[in-house]
């Protein structure tokens, strides 16, 4: 994975493309330059006996950069980035700020990839994507451009919060935990069901104990190893997804419609209906996310919209006069139905837990009498 910075300033995460997947790609590529010069080297053999040998030189000339330098150039401009072997292996070329790759960088990378690949036989492109830690060739790194994959793998689901653990995981500060770490967590999480007994054990404590010299409060006594780092996950998951609705509704609170592009839900979410927003069950047309009630019109943060209530973030927007809602001369439209109250947050100390939960006859893990269970 690598971090790329687009033109907005916003960090995105990519997926770089490995070396085989590249080469593998490179072959194709070339499997099809090779057939198209024996094409054109019969066609040219064709069409000596009535044409001149100077004329038959240039066209030689001529078909043969075009197949080695203008196949590359043009394919990728017009794909955006796809040649066919690209293409057969889910591979994308981007610029460095994540944009499409554009006439001008194809034609760089065009023109190294005749040095790198047919005058010195790949050997200064394997040694820098070696070098390289986004896997460039020199081509890339002249055009600034990057090769990613576009086929990622399945990824498990998310960790679940424990119930017991709620409570004391709304309480973490989590700004100082490490993407890497967070990484690793996931990962010990998805196999936990694959390890022994004595291994899971051992990798479960030394993680929990990487975690807690980044987290804090330490976790209730006695809690099991994969219970802690699967509310942290959980919980950073939550707040991450709280983030981005609040970020949503500002949006939408100030230019009245969703970002473009997500008509009829949002990716990765399940319950995004149209008009609606991710991560929110009951997000209806022209509703906000995170209230249940929220109807056309309404504001973030009121269930309701009141009549005269001010639109948000007015005292900023320039110094102008905050209008008011309902325009003069229009009636509000009548509440849906009476609001659906809140469930407090809980209260109370922490729930002590038990020791993890042992395994069944089945195999699978029995739940505890705390109510832990292992990693689904």
Do not use: N
């Not at 194709?28 to 064709?46: N, R, S």
């Not at 149209?274 to 109807?295: D, I, L, M």
């Not at 948000?312 to 659906?340: E, F, K, L, N, T």
Request: aromatic fraction near 8%; proline fraction near 15%; hydrophobic fraction near 40%.
């Amino acid at each position: 994975m690598s971090d790329v910075v687009t033109g907005e300033a916003v960090v995105v995460e990519v997926r770089v493309a490995q070396l085989p997947s590249r080469a593998l790609a490179l072959a194709i590529d070339i499997a099809l330059q090779g057939l198209a010069v024996i094409g054109v080297t019969m066609l040219l053999g064709m069409l000596a006996p009535v044409t001149e040998q100077a004329v038959t030189a240039a066209l030689s000339i001529l078909m043969i950069a075009l197949v080695l330098l203008g196949y590359p150039v043009i394919v990728e401009t017009l794909s955006r980035g796809r040649s066919v072997g690209k293409l057969a292996l889910g591979l994308r070329v981007v610029g460095d700020d994540g944009g499409p790759e554009r006439f001008r960088q194809a034609l760089f990378r065009g023109l190294a990839g005749l040095i790198e690949f047919w005058l010195l036989f790949g050997a200064p492109a394997l040694i820098s994507s070696l070098i390289s830690e986004q896997g460039k060739r020199l081509g890339d790194v002249f055009a600034g451009t990057i090769v990613i994959s576009e086929r990622a793998p399945r990824q498990d689901p998310p960790p679940q919060m424990p119930p017991p653990l709620a409570a004391w995981a709304g309480t973490l500060e989590l700004s100082r935990l490490p993407e890497e770490l967070a990484a690793t967590a996931r990962q010990y999480l998805s196999r936990w069901h694959q390890l022994s007994p004595m291994v899971r054990d051992e990798m479960g404590a030394r993680i929990a104990a990487q975690f807690a010299s980044f987290v804090s409060p330490p976790p209730p006594p006695h809690a099991p190893a994969y219970a802690y780092l699967a509310a942290v996950l959980a919980e950073r998951r939550r707040r991450t997804e709280v983030r981005l609705a609040r970020q949503m509704a500002q949006s939408s609170a100030r230019y009245g419609t969703p970002p473009a592009g997500h008509a009829g839900g949002f990716p990765g979410y399940a319950y995004g209906p149209a008009g609606g927003f991710p991560g929110y069950a009951y997000g209806p047309a022209g509703g906000f996310p995170g209230y249940a009630h929220g109807p056309a019109g309404g504001f973030p943060g009121h269930a309701y919209g009141p009549a005269g209530a001010p639109w948000p973030g007015s005292g900023h927007d320039g110094g102008r006069p905050a209008p008011s809602w309902p325009p003069v001369g229009v009636q509000p439209p009548p509440p849906a139905g009476p609001p659906v109250p809140l469930p407090p947050p809980p209260t109370g100390p922490a729930v002590p837990l038990p020791p993890p939960a042992l395994a069944g006859p089945s195999g699978t893990a029995r739940p505890t009498p705390g109510g832990f269970t292992a990693p689904a």
